[in-house]
């Protein structure tokens, strides 16, 4: 079945680095890629998607890309703040599947120290 | 506006005692889903509901898990005879309904404790 593996955490950075959160999926057809966010004492949020391969999803600095020949989506920001602290999460959804069933990685945590 | 809120957010229970969780999503929003959150794991999906019909449950681990929808707004989770397993964050989310990929909406999820 569909699946998402993305790097194990935690990941500890200071603050104006460099960061990359690997994820990789198996899926049949061409799903859409997500990745979310978990703020502390927040609930999840949307950060970034892409539906198709070669889409770049952006957002609050953060950036991933659609890879389809190396089935990847793995999220990057190019300097850090202590604000970015959280957990995540990147998902898929199957091409054709019901819009419910979002496939979720098991989480990164990232703590960024000043 | 409001966003998707849960009640309660916490809730002890007891082996073998029937619970139930309830959802409020964002107004307007058609779609519903249900996830389950493990500690140390991401969500994983249970339910999914267009209007008042569970358009997709093939997430339910067991017959003990029973969700509806009775009016198209606000969902009920409900669980039967409960497990020290089912132990979790339960975890609500909405989104506008109707179109093929969209932005789904969470909410702080309810912390269920079987002891």
């Known amino acids: 079945g569909d699946s998402v593996t993305q790097m194990e955490g935690p990941v500890t950075l200071s603050e104006e680095a460099f960061l990359t959160i690997n994820c990789t999926y198996t899926a049949t057809g061409y799903p859409s890629l997500f990745w979310y966010v978990q703020y502390p004492g927040e609930g999840l949020q949307l950060l970034l998607k892409a539906t198709k391969a070669d889409d770049k999803g952006s957002n609050k600095g953060f950036e991933a890309t659609y890879r389809k020949e190396t089935t990847s989506f793995h999220l990057e920001k190019g300097s850090v703040q202590v604000s970015d602290s959280a957990v995540y999460f990147c998902?898929?959804?199957?091409?054709?599947?019901?819009?419910?069933?979002?496939?979720f990685g098991k989480g990164t945590k990232l703590s960024v120290k000043p | 506006g409001a966003g998707v809120s849960q009640t309660p957010s916490n809730k002890v229970t007891e082996k073998g005692k029937y619970v139930e969780l309830r959802c409020d999503p964002i107004s307007g929003h058609t779609a519903l889903y249900w996830y389950r959150q493990s500690l140390g794991q991401g969500p994983e999906f249970l339910i999914y509901?267009?209007?008042?019909?569970?358009?997709?449950d093939s997430g339910l681990p067991n017959d003990r898990f029973f969700a509806v929808r009775p009016e198209g707004s606000v969902s009920t989770l409900k669980i039967q005879r409960t497990e020290r397993g089912d132990s979790a964050v339960y975890l609500c989310?909405?989104?506008?309904?109707?179109?093929?990929?969209?932005?789904?909406?969470f909410g702080p999820g309810t912390r269920l404790l079987v002891l």
């Open positions: 998902a898929l959804m199957g091409y054709g599947g019901s819009q419910g069933n979002l496939i």
């Open positions: 509901f267009q209007g008042t019909g569970a358009a997709d």
């Open positions: 989310a909405s989104s506008l309904g109707g179109q093929a990929v969209e932005t789904q909406y």
